[in-house]
């Protein structure tokens, strides 16, 4: 639904419909376009006059919206991208097939995004980076300058890359996690929840009771 809402209001394209694998097919209607099967697609959208653009997030570390995207492609579909008019990407910034880029994206001079990528929302992407191929990320992370993000990684919301950090292939970053040095592959970096303070907020504020 949310990738359908900004291909049509923010892009040339229009969307024809949606796909699902067959073991998942449940409906064969949404928002008053056909649902099919993923397996059947080519019988109502032929590869000739259709793109695809696979709609998923982070699953399985990226992997599932990665072989869905090469399965489409092996069958002749062109991958279609989405770059949001209302985010601010320089004019030298190189990006790759099938990716999305949601609003208020900062993507500053001599990036270099790969294939498969998300940028949600509010992301600041810093001068010289590199995003590797199939990574997802999430609202409101910083990638400073001259960074590396490993392929398939996933960083968290509010997540922090200091400046020339890599991280490493399939890390998972969590939410407000500062990552200061490089990372080795497969890293992975939990949040940890704040303990509640011993006396309660209405106490704290003097709520009358």
């Known amino acids: 639904e949310i990738a359908r809402e900004y291909f049509d209001a923010d892009s040339e394209y229009r969307v024809a419909g949606f796909a699902v694998e067959a073991a998942y097919l449940k409906r064969t209607e949404l928002h008053g376009l056909p649902v099919v099967a993923f397996e059947e697609l080519e019988r109502c959208f032929p590869a000739v006059d259709h793109e695809i653009f696979v709609a998923v997030v982070y699953t399985q570390l990226n992997r599932l919206r990665t ?5 489409a492609k092996a069958r002749g579909y062109r991958l279609a991208s989405f770059v949001s008019p209302r985010a601010f990407v320089w004019r030298n910034v190189t990006i790759g097939e099938h990716c999305f880029v949601f609003e208020d994206n900062t993507v500053q001079p ?4 790969g294939e498969n990528v998300v940028l949600w929302s509010g992301n600041h992407v810093g001068h010289h980076s590199v995003i590797e191929a199939n990574c997802f990320v999430a609202s409101h992370v910083v990638i400073s300058g001259f960074c590396t993000i490993g392929a398939s990684s996933f960083l968290g919301v509010n997540a922090t890359i200091a400046n020339n950090v890599r991280v ?3 890390n998972w970053v969590g939410p407000n ?11 992975l970096f939990k949040t940890e929840q704040p303990e509640p303070a011993r006396v309660s907020a209405p106490r704290f504020f003097k709520v009358p009771a």
């Open 168 to 170: 490493g292939r399939d």
């Open 177 to 187: 996690v500062a990552v200061m040095k490089d990372t080795a592959d497969g890293a």
């Open 67 to 71: 072989r869905l995207a090469q399965a």
């Open 110 to 113: 001599f990036v270099s995004i």
